[in-house]
């Protein structure tokens, strides 16, 4: 479990295929992953990864098949930034919402333009997530926990403040990037126990 808090932006260092899929080798030092166990969960741009190999200066972990179809991270090159946060510990603080690091979708930015010295984002999702989507609701793109301002049909607005412009990657969107989509749990469990009722 995680909260779309980011706790640093670490590097792809090097992108490996395997017969699975392929492994990823991210240098995050400032996370110190030496302390880590092996076989923790760690937030890769949103997407929760298993952390293999580690040592002071990062971590690798494995992508299947799965992940690379439905997720960004099958994009990613050798260089790339990529959102950083490891799982929740008991008693960590929740600043974020909870998140589960399971990526619904990928959606996509349709226009971003400055608003003081925030930014605004307008980005699209497929027809089957919009419904999960709700003004004030919450959502994570890429990892970051975010506030949704407004809905319309396909399309939704989040507000990215200069703290998030500058701690995470998100201050790198561009119109036509596409970006990992996890909508709010609660409202997929409401979704479901709604749809189980009739």
Known sequence: ?????????????????????????????????????EGDSVAVAGCCLTALAL??????ADLSAETLERTSLGALESGDPVNLEPALAV??????HLVSG????????VSIHPSGESRIARL??????????????????DGVSLTVNAV???????????????????????RGARVNLEVDQL???????LGASQ
């Open 55 to 60: 040592d002071a200066q990062g971590f690798s």
């Open 124 to 141: 699209r999702v497929p027809e089957t997530l919009a419904r999960f989507i709700a003004e004030k609701g919450s959502v994570t793109l």
């Open 102 to 109: 399971h990526i619904d979708g990928l959606a996509e930015v």
């Open 91 to 96: 008693g960590d603080r929740l600043g974020g």
């Open 152 to 174: 319309d049909g396909l399309e939704f607005e989040v507000n990215l403040i200069p703290h998030t412009l500058a701690v995470t990657t998100l201050g790198r969107l561009a």
């Open 1 to 37: 479990m995680f909260t779309g808090i980011i706790q640093t932006v670490g590097t792809v260092s090097r992108i490996t295929p395997s017969q699975a899929g392929s492994r990823l080798r991210i240098d995050c030092p400032l996370l110190e992953p030496s302390r880590w166990q």
């Open 187 to 193: 409202a997929r469990y409401i979704e479901r126990l």
